[in-house]
T-cell receptor, first 114, second 110 residues
Framework: DTAVSQTPKYLVTQMGNDKSIKCEQNLGHDTMYWYKQDSKKFLKIMFSYNNKELIINETVPNRFSPKSPDKAHLNLHINSLELGDSAVYFC?????????????FGDGTRLSIL | AQSVTQLGSHVSVSEGALVLLRCNYSSSVPPYLFWYVQYPNQGLQLLLKYTTGATLVKGINGFEAEFKKSETSFHLTKPSAHMSDAAEYFCAVSRNDMRFGAGTRLTVKP
């Protein structure tokens, strides 16, 4: 039973398309995150939600829109995909905002833009 | 503001040799520090963390790290490398949010 699960695992699509990535956690955590990992393995936070409320929104293009229908789910919708969006996107969760809580990561969604 | 710097994007050791991965942090308040490991095509897994208390922290797979406030460091060590340790390792600092270092790729030679 996977703690943080993302779908799909691979996503290959054309420039200009709109796509969504889904994330679900069964750990009972209050906080969920989206990260982008580029080809050099650099990991950058994009968004963070706590109990369905947005608490971190880094400088991400507004083509990216997170949605949290409940605290166990945090989906990422991307409009008008660009070549530079090619990356691995990771979902993560943690028990809450307290800083000492480690984050649990999904296995990632590898997005390739043709 | 908080940040971490991992010295060396790539470290190569022989099987059985000491592993030392370096991490220095910058934080205006006492930090919480973490080491994560990422195997190919997988997400990050927590190796160990420092919050408060004992400065020598033991983690999974025989890894440990020591918090040294005077040196603002949190280096990761393992006495004897195993082939299965080959992976990408990330140091992270957390207070209001978590900031990751650029990662260090560990290669283990037979």
């Amino acid at each position: 039973d996977t703690a943080v699960s993302q779908t799909p695992k691979y996503l290959v699509t054309q420039m200009g398309n709109d796509k969504s990535i889904k994330c679900e956690q069964n750990l009972g955590h209050d906080t969920m995150y989206w990260y982008k990992q580029d080809s050099k393995k650099f990991l950058k936070i994009m968004f963070s939600y706590n109990n369905k409320e947005l608490i971190i929104n880094e400088t991400v293009p507004n083509r990216f829109s997170p949605k949290s229908p409940d605290k166990a789910h945090l989906n990422l919708h991307i409009n008008s995909l660009e070549l530079g969006d090619s990356a691995v996107y990771f979902c993560a969760s943690s028990p809450g905002i307290p800083a000492g809580a480690p984050q649990h990561f999904g296995d990632g969604t590898r997005l390739s833009i043709l | 503001a908080q940040s971490v710097t991992q010295l060396g994007s790539h470290v190569s050791v022989s099987e059985g040799a000491l592993v030392l991965l370096r991490c220095n942090y910058s934080s205006s308040v006492p930090p919480y520090l973490f080491w994560y490991v990422q195997y190919p095509n997988q997400g990050l897994q927590l190796l160990l963390k420092y919050t408060t208390g004992a400065t020598l922290v033991k983690g999974i797979n025989g890894f440990e790290a020591e918090f040294k406030k005077s040196e603002t460091s949190f280096h990761l060590t393992k006495p004897s490398a195993h082939m299965s340790d080959a992976a990408e390792y990330f140091c992270a600092v957390s207070r209001n949010d978590m900031r990751f270092g650029a990662g260090t790729r560990l290669t283990v030679k037979p």
